[in-house]
């Protein structure tokens, strides 16, 4: 079996577990994926070693292995903290997976692998610096410059999400309560279930985020309205990060940046809000690997350089 030719991404998710293999080009040559088995760390261990030892085993290579998923590594006790997957907090994941590959393992978030990702060859790659955004379930982001991840000091960089979302309108003031304990966070006015939540205030149906999609393109009035509202708070949120990183390209990910309907005019919008005098430089741009994404920056984690 020849010595690390191909990289390995692992994407551990709070429903499934997914690998693939890239070959030199960034291209998947295999993939696979098994059930999490979320209450179960040993078992979660030995499925993502499997999955490695397969694609190694399919391929006929070994392969650099990196690791994404929710949470972070605490810097004071380099264990896992945050992660959605519970069994997994105060754990020390890339080092017990490193046991039974015998390997380096390297770790990163899923917003920072998404970021990666389209950063190396993905809707970011004619940029330097690239935020990666996640408009889901929940909100997050990952900044990538000149190629490596910025995680900072704290490993929380990126997390937009759980900041104020700024120039709040009066009927938006407080916000809801979100989950950090905080109240207004841009992920309260910018999930998946905001979006439901804007329709029925104006409405008072129950609708899904691919049934009020449906509606907006066949020229539901209520529905474009909340996607009128939606894009103007996203657009405030963009302007804020500009202002703060400046980077040269946005990507947008997660489920809501399928909607097409939210990058027409998002530009101008932005523009009207970011602190620039002329013209607003930044590209704000659909993410090329979707889905992917994860799993792919994993693998260029894992084959990354040391710093």
Aim: net charge negative; glycine share 14%; with cysteine.
């Amino acid at each position: 079996m020849s010595q690390e030719s191909i990289r390995i991404g692992i994407d551990l998710g709070g429903t499934k577990i997914e690998a693939a293999a890239l070959d030199a080009s960034g291209a998947i040559c295999a993939r696979r994926r098994v059930v999490t088995p979320r209450d179960d760390y040993a078992a979660i261990i030995r499925s993502m070693g499997a999955l490695v030892h397969d694609l190694e085993l399919e391929l006929n290579q070994r392969g650099s292995v990196g690791l994404c998923g929710p949470g972070s590594i605490s810097k004071l006790t380099g264990l896992i903290r945050g992660s959605n997957t519970e069994v997994v907090n105060g754990k020390a994941l890339p080092e017990d997976l490193s046991k039974i590959l015998q390997r380096p393992i390297k770790f990163e978030n899923d917003a920072n692998c998404f970021a990666l990702s389209e950063a190396i060859d993905g809707a970011g790659k004619d940029g330097n610096s690239i935020f990666g955004v996640i408009l889901g379930t929940g909100v997050g982001g990952g900044m990538v410059i000149g190629g490596k991840i910025v995680s900072g000091c704290n490993h929380i960089a990126g997390e937009w999400g759980h900041t104020p979302l700024p120039w709040m309108r009066e009927t938006e003031y407080p916000g809801k309560k979100c989950f950090c304990g905080h109240q207004g966070c841009i992920e309260t006015f910018l999930c998946g279930g905001a979006l439901t939540d804007e329709f029925k205030s104006r409405t008072g149906l129950e609708k899904t985020g691919k049934e009020i999609v449906a509606l907006i393109q066949q020229g539901d009035s209520s529905a474009l309205q909340t996607l009128v509202t939606y894009q103007d708070r996203l657009a405030r949120a963009l302007a804020m990060l500009i202002n703060i990183y400046d980077p040269d390209i946005i990507v947008l990910g997660g489920g809501l940046s399928n909607i097409n309907e939210i990058y027409f005019g998002l530009n101008d919008k932005v523009s009207a809000h970011a602190f620039t005098t002329d013209q607003l430089e930044t590209r704000i741009l659909r993410n090329q690997h979707g889905d992917s994404s994860g799993v792919r920056g994993a693998a260029w984690l894992g084959a990354s350089p040391e710093p």
